[in-house]
């Protein structure tokens, strides 16, 4: 079978044909959930289009968390919440290089990019109109103006607006669930949920795979039990090739993560009808790009040193070996340098912001990836709530400076939300949170049995052809990882790498035979 991640999604196409105009595809879409905000727009998750016979009008909510994805090639515009199914309506498949160079080392693209030229993401707040052949579209980022408030002042705001928030996102139905691990954003969802006297009908937990702590596994059902509410642990998937099989496609060859939650949407499908997602909780804490010299280096405007620093610590994959594992015709194209220049030209964007740090995460790593789960990946789930982008509660969290959440501008200070959660829930103030110096789990075994398994897949596909990826390179490693163990061990890296560029190629060339499943 071909992995899940296009099969279903609809795609609506036109052509215009001189003074024709020819369609196929559900002319009416809508996907999420609508709530009404206090400034007069619609508050919620959603993506739409509605086609009336003269007029296409494509609509993305204020995040556009919701994938959303189109491709205009000349008399031809195609929308679908599937970026595979706007490859199978036709839209060209050249690769945007410098996205591609950027999303190999982050693991997450910039922007409205995709892996390619022509097809891009309908922006955030975002209208596309195609009317009588001319195309139009607006929509961008949503600036705010900076506050100051004391830390106190800004805890007790948070907690009021978190409160607020959810009280306007009200179950739909009883068959309610929560994913719960030992964080914050889940906690502090259920706790008010409980609060409220709207309990969900159980909780649930997936395991993440190693090397990971334990901690969530630890700490949920603790959680649950004190709450009185039923907790259901998930067995992970003995190997996770097959779930990063599907993860790349569910997610529009648009994550590296997320192939752990893969149990967890099979598990809900069908069972939950209405789901609270912590998406946008980051908002409430530092993130992996803060530090001093961030800040310093956004004020000085010297965006590409900041786009260098950044990628040279976060970079997913070891330079050297990224440029073998890539054939020999795209490696200057997908050149480190390249990704420095789109990196620092989105960073550019997002100057002028009250904490623009916080700004480029939210609008890129949490627009791009993290949102691919509550509003991809689940799908099936009829309305997934994400309480943390109320349109008011967002503004706020957006308009306070980092030393606000961080005094001492550190990553790793979580104390704002867990502040904020012990304030407004103080008898449950004995929970802990997850230890994240807890000791982490020997990730060999899994590893090693991932890269048997992306060998065994990849090894008869060879003949495929693909553009990116080196099979001279790349298919004697894998061989060898077959039958030497500690080489297995030691190459981690290489078949998911293997496994995306393959798939992506595939795609690519049309060629979805080549993603069957053994």
């Known amino acids: 079978?071909?992995?899940?991640?296009?099969?279903?999604?609809?795609?609506?196409?036109?052509?215009?044909?001189?003074?024709?105009?020819?369609?196929?595809?559900?002319?009416?879409?809508?996907?999420?959930?609508?709530?009404?905000?206090?400034?007069g727009a619609p508050d919620g998750i959603f993506a739409e289009w509605s086609w009336d016979g003269r007029r296409l009008i494509v609509r993305s909510d204020r995040y556009g968390a919701s994938p959303l994805f189109y491709a205009h090639d000349g008399d031809r515009l195609s929308v679908s919440p599937s970026l595979v199914k706007l490859v199978d309506a036709g839209a060209p498949t050249e690769f945007d290089e410098a996205a591609l160079a950027v999303f190999l080392r982050l693991g997450f693209f910039l922007g409205d990019d995709t892996p390619f030229q022509s097809i891009r993401t309908v922006p955030p707040n975002g209208t596309l109109t195609w009317d009588d052949g001319a195309v139009s579209l607006s929509g961008g980022y949503r600036f705010v103006p900076p506050q100051r408030l004391s830390r106190d002042a800004a805890i007790d705001g948070f907690i009021d607006l978190f409160r607020e928030a959810m009280r306007r996102r009200p179950p739909v139905e009883d068959d309610v669930v929560v994913p719960l691990s030992g964080g914050r954003d889940s906690r502090h969802i259920l706790f008010e949920l409980c609060e409220s006297g709207r309990p969900p009908r159980y909780t649930v937990t997936i395991p993440r795979y190693p090397p990971r702590a334990s901690e969530d596994e630890r700490i949920a059902p603790m959680i649950a039990r004190e709450l009185g509410v039923p907790h259901v642990l998930l067995a992970q998937a003995e190997s996770k090739f097959l779930p990063e099989l599907r993860k790349n496609l569910d997610t529009h060859l648009c994550a590296d993560e997320h192939a752990w939650y893969v149990r967890m949407v099979d598990e809900l499908a069908g069972k939950a009808r209405t789901l609270y997602d912590g998406l946008g909780g980051a908002l409430s804490v530092p993130n992996r790009f803060l530090s001093r010299e961030a800040l310093a280096l956004f004020d000085a405007r010297r965006m590409r040193e900041l786009a260098t620093r950044l990628l040279q610590s976060l970079s997913r994959s070891n330079e050297r070996f990224l440029m073998r594992v890539i054939r020999e015709p795209f490696r200057a194209a997908l050149s480190f340098d390249r990704a420095v220049g789109r990196f620092a030209d989105e960073l550019e964007r997002h100057r002028a912001a009250p904490d623009p740090i916080k700004s480029f995460n939210f609008w890129n790593r949490i627009r791009r990836e993290l949102a691919l789960v509550p509003y991809g990946m689940m799908r099936a789930v009829p309305t997934v709530y994400s309480p943390y982008l109320d349109h008011d509660l967002y503004d706020f969290l957006s308009s306070l400076p980092p030393q606000i959440m961080s005094p001492s501008l550190s990553a790793s200070d979580k104390s704002f939300h867990s502040e904020a959660v012990l304030r407004g829930y103080p008898r449950f103030a004995h929970i802990p949170f997850e230890d994240k110096a807890a000791a982490t789990r020997d990730p060999r075994t899994v590893d090693a049995q991932f890269g048997i398994d992306a060998a065994r897949y990849l090894l008869p596909r060879v003949g495929f052809g693909g553009r990116l990826l080196n099979a001279r390179y790349v298919m004697p490693r894998l061989a060898y990882g077959l039958a030497r163990r500690r080489y297995r061990e030691a190459a981690t890296w290489l078949p998911a790498l293997a496994l995306y560029l393959f798939q992506l190629d595939a795609v690519a060339r049309r060629h979805h035979a080549a993603l069957r499943a053994a």
């Open 1 to 39: 079978m071909i992995p899940a991640g296009s099969g279903d999604e609809p795609c609506f196409t036109l052509t215009r044909h001189g003074s024709a105009v020819e369609v196929s595809g559900p002319v009416h879409f809508f996907r999420g959930h609508r709530i009404a905000a206090a400034d």
